[in-house]
T-cell receptor
Framework: TQLLEQSPQFLSIQEGENLTVYCNSSSVFSSLQWYRQEPGEGPVLLVTVVTGGEVKKLKRLTFQFGDARKDSSLHITAAQPGDTGLYLCAGAGGGADGLTFGKGTHLIIQP | GAGVSQSPSNKVTEKGKDVELRCDPISGHTALYWYRQSLGQGLEFLIYFQGNSAPDKSGLPSDRFSAERTGGSVSTLTIQRTQQEDSAVYLC??????????????????????FGAGTRLSVL
């Protein structure tokens, strides 16, 4: 069974601070996706990382895929209240259908 | 429609009753997926459809769960004799196409999924 561990599960910080969310597994994935989910809504895809060591930037968000394609991180610079939400990582590949999701990181940015 | 539409948005039922959850995918999307999101758990993949066909039903939690898709569009997820542990948010997603990977499974890198808002099921 492929498992993705996300940490921290909960994070509450002040506006303007930086933070990093981690997604780790003992399994190798062909790609990792990061989603953001707001209450009462479905997850929305932020980014897909495919190549080991790949770094992608989306404004203040930086996503990195580990060299061994087993882990990923999401770094947010100068967090804003609008960044508040549930951040989910999901792994693809290994012959399994669908995506394997982590349990998510609940992020609250306080003004 | 503009996005994936799910109905009802909320469903409260009594233990032992049957429920039917509906998903309207984005127009033109051939692939459709069902997930379950339980409190404190990640999204659990249940089943996918390519057109009206579901090649693998092994992700469904029990034989009380069934899903079908007709006309390559609307899909329904049916839960018979509901139990309290079935309480969760059931999410549907669709993608434009269904692309298989080299290992035979879905190539989720290319199958960009768009999610609906989900149906929150509460079994009392």
């Amino acid at each position: 069974t492929q498992l993705l561990e996300q940490s921290p599960q909960f994070l509450s910080i002040q506006e303007g601070e930086n933070l990093t969310v981690y997604c780790n597994s003992s399994s190798v994935f062909s790609s990792l996706q990061w989603y953001r989910q707001e209450p009462g809504e479905g997850p929305v895809l932020l980014v897909t990382v495919v190549t080991g060591g790949e770094v992608k930037k989306l404004k203040r968000l930086t996503f990195q895929f580990g060299d061994a394609r087993k882990d990923s991180s999401l770094h947010i610079t100068a967090a804003q209240p609008g960044d508040t939400g549930l951040y989910l990582c999901a792994g693809a590949g290994g012959g399994a259908d669908g995506l394997t999701f982590g349990k998510g990181t609940h992020l609250i940015i306080q003004p | 429609g503009a996005g994936v539409s799910q109905s009802p948005s909320n469903k409260v039922t009594e233990k032992g009753k049957d429920v039917e959850l509906r998903c309207d995918p984005i127009s033109g999307h051939t692939a459709l997926y069902w997930y379950r999101q339980s409190l404190g758990q990640g999204l659990e993949f249940l089943i996918y459809f390519q057109g009206n066909s579901a090649p693998d039903k092994s992700g469904l939690p029990s034989d009380r769960f069934s899903a079908e898709r007709t006309g390559g569009s609307v899909s329904t997820l049916t839960i018979q004799r509901t139990q309290q542990e079935d309480s969760a948010v059931y999410l549907c997603a669709s993608s434009l196409a269904l692309i298989l990977g080299g290992a035979g499974g879905l190539d989720m890198t290319k199958n960009i999924q768009y999610f609906g808002a989900g149906t929150r099921l509460s079994v009392l």
